[in-house]
């Protein structure tokens, strides 16, 4: 099965129409681009579980000393999977597996207008092949690139 796509890291619509962007991504770590049906996916919204989201927040500011936020970009992949295994606790003990691989999305909640974030989680079954995976923010299977926006990365990687 096919994840859904998102639009690449940085896309210049975040800023242009932010109210209206669907599916950008913002990180991902060993995600899939097409998984296995006996392999788990599991969605966490920030806006219908925001419990979640808080007690991923305050994890972080504790571990980080930062008081005000997350900054998702410049988290290690060590304690950005623990933030994840944090926000979605119930979620893994239910399944009793770790996670293989996450990805954090922005969209825009429909009825409200408001941006949030989405968490994206993937827990491979050992008893299988593994799928390729994914940590590019900018160039991935999973990412929807189109063709009018490649030249931005030049500026997004400062070239």
């Known amino acids: ?20 962007c669907q599916n950008i991504l913002i990180r991902q770590y060993n995600f899939p681009a097409e998984f296995n049906a006996v392999e788990e996916m599991y969605c966490e919204y920030q806006d219908r579980i925001p419990e979640q989201w808080e007690k991923g ?9 930062n008081k005000y936020g997350i900054n998702i970009d410049s988290m290690t992949e060590k304690n950005f999977v623990k933030w994840a295994e944090v926000i979605a606790q119930r979620w893994l003990k239910m399944i009793g597996r770790k996670i293989t691989g996450l990805r954090v999305v922005r969209y ?52």
């Open 1 to 20: 099965m096919e994840v859904i796509k998102c639009k690449r890291a940085y896309h210049p619509d975040l800023h242009s129409l932010p109210y209206s």
């Open 57 to 65: 927040r305050k994890w972080y500011n504790k571990k980080t000393g």
């Open 108 to 159: 825009t909640n429909v009825s409200s207008g408001y941006p949030c974030l989405r968490l994206d989680i993937y827990s491979h079954n050992p008893k299988y092949k593994k799928v390729p995976l994914y940590s590019n923010n900018y160039i991935a299977p999973n990412i929807e690139i189109e063709k009018d926006n490649i030249d931005d990365r030049i500026i997004i990687f400062g070239e």
